[in-house]
T-cell receptor, first 113, second 113 residues
């Protein structure tokens, strides 16, 4: 079965711009979570969506937002980009039930110049 | 606040050696613990999932154990191969959430010929 698909794989944006990243979960999975990975901070949780509702949110500024559609696909948006937003953004897909396994996509590498 | 630590941060071993990677967490109230591997610039590949009620899980040459009361998990890799070279990450899933993982700092493994 198809895995988690993230698009695009690479992005270069200018400071002040905004960006939208997309994640298509495994078929049948209703939960999508987003993480930011940087060399200095490691992997940090951004937010989780389940059945179109945000269920959990990490400690990130309001410039980071997301949504989930009825087909479980999710988008993440970052507005007013800063140099420090350069990172690998990963999304994870799961059934959304407590204790179930999370499967990750290949990530989107965002570079802000 | 849950904190996850992995020791050592980096490890280099010759091919064929058995090795153990360590993961410790500060709050024993977890739903499960998951081990992942990450190749440079890539996403995370799930290796093993241990539920909080389990003591260990095995998959091929990999064996993961969990001691929830002491806040420790180990990943044992038997007969290491150059293809095992990657960064290994452990992550815990706290109760009350389905997909909000707290990640460790990772162990970068290099298996040499």
């Amino acid at each position: 079965k198809a895995g988690v698909t993230q698009t695009p794989r690479y992005l270069i944006k200018t400071r002040g711009q905004q960006v939208t990243l997309s994640c298509s979960p495994i078929s049948g999975h209703r939960s999508v979570s987003w993480y930011q990975q940087t060399p200095g901070q490691g992997l940090q949780f951004l937010f989780e969506y389940f059945s179109e509702t945000q269920r959990n949110k990490g400690n990130f500024p309001g410039r980071f937002s997301g949504r989930q559609f009825s087909n479980s696909r999710s988008e993440m948006n970052v507005s007013t980009l800063e140099l420090g937003d350069s990172a690998l953004y990963l999304c994870a897909s799961s059934l959304g039930l407590a204790g179930t396994e999370a499967f990750f996509g290949q990530g989107t590498r965002l570079t802000v110049v | 606040k849950q904190e996850v630590t992995q020791i050592p941060a980096a490890l280099s071993v010759p091919e064929g050696e058995n090795l153990v990677l360590n993961c410790s967490f500060t709050d024993s109230a977890i739903y499960n613990l998951q081990w992942f591997r990450q190749d440079p610039g890539k996403g995370l590949t799930s290796l093993l999932l241990i539920q909080s009620s389990q003591r260990e899980q095995t998959s091929g040459r990999l064996n993961a154990s969990l001691d929830k009361s002491s806040g420790r998990s180990t990943l044992y890799i038997a007969a290491s191969q150059p293809g095992d070279s990657a960064t290994y990450l452990c992550a815990v899933n706290p109760p009350g959430t389905a997909s909000k993982l707290t990640f460790g700092t990772g162990t970068r493994l290099q298996v040499t010929l």
